[in-house]
């Protein structure tokens, strides 16, 4: 089958600094030194300058490590290097802060370069789990930052709350839940703690909690959650009616992106690319990516696979008419249907929610 050329919309930015190294995390990360920063944003602009086609793009991202640790300086420098990159109308323009480094200075910065969408890294607000993530949190100064936030016209925020560790109970998920729902957020994000390897959890051999817990905390968060009134509307997150993550929607409509900087990921026409992840090499200019090459038959695959994480799932009508046949000629699912692993209902194909705990033992159904 023939590939199609599609546009990319969307586009991600990497800023792989942090002010610290968390004991659980296994992102594209360095510390932060600030003699890195203006050579690497050097590189970023002729990554960008190399790649970009000049669409019009519906979402922009700049994720990390923590975008929010680079100076006044420095951010003013990355926002230069970024606004060659054209907006469409309605666009979503998201920056990934961290509460230890943002100030009412830098939010200001992000709303006269056109941000509109704040994402903050809370995670917990338990004391000791904060000790043993390697973060820090004061509550009144998060308050203070949302409140800043606020008053400079930024009406879509998303927080990060991760679960599930083995050094907690689900009292402190009640609680970090309290918390986060007393901010009025637009937008929540979910974690389950996974302890990868190469992550100081890992090397201390830091055991994961049982399944049973696990699932009992997601239902809990899930219940809680929907009561308030935000929509679980995919597996791990969150939002109120009209805020949902619409960068992240690009990757789970399976649809195009450009990623930049250091370790960031590409769908460009039909190659999936990884960026090096060596800071060294990124500064050299040895920017040695890895490559997939995606067939039709991959990106109908890829299509399900991410599809269904939404609550909304995969529409029969739209993957006829992206791809010239009907779904189930290429990945039979009646065995599923009949299973209830998943659903039919207007056309869409879904994965009920009591299911989505065991989603990929039913997404490897539809893999290559
Ligand atoms: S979790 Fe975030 S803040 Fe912590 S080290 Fe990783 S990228 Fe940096």
Known sequence: MAVVKRESNSCYIHIPFCNNICTYCDFCKVLYNSNFIKKYLAKLSEEIKATYQKEALKTIYIGGGTPSSLNIEELEMLFEIISCLKKDTAYEFTIECNFDSITPEKLALFKKYGVNRLSFGIETTNPLSLQKLNRSLDLKA??????????????????????????ADITILKKDLDFILSLKVEHISTYSLMISPHTQFYIDDLKPISEEEDLEMYNYIHTVLTKQGYEHYEVSNFAKKGYQSKHNLTYWHNERYYGFGLGASSYINNIRSTNTMSLTN????????TNEEINTLDEMSYELILG?????????????????????TVFPYQDLLKDKKIVCSHNNLMIPFEKWYIMNNILINFMR
């Open 282 to 289: 990124y500064l050299k200019g040895n920017n040695t990516k």
């Open 142 to 167: 998060v308050r203070k930052i949302i409140t800043s936030a606020r008053e400079l016209g930024f009406n879509n925020i998303n927080v990060d709350l991760m679960y599930a560790f083995p050094f």
């Open 308 to 328: 269904l994480r939404l609550n909304t799932g995969v529409n029969l009508n739209h993957f006829k008419q992206k791809f010239g046949c009907e779904l189930a």
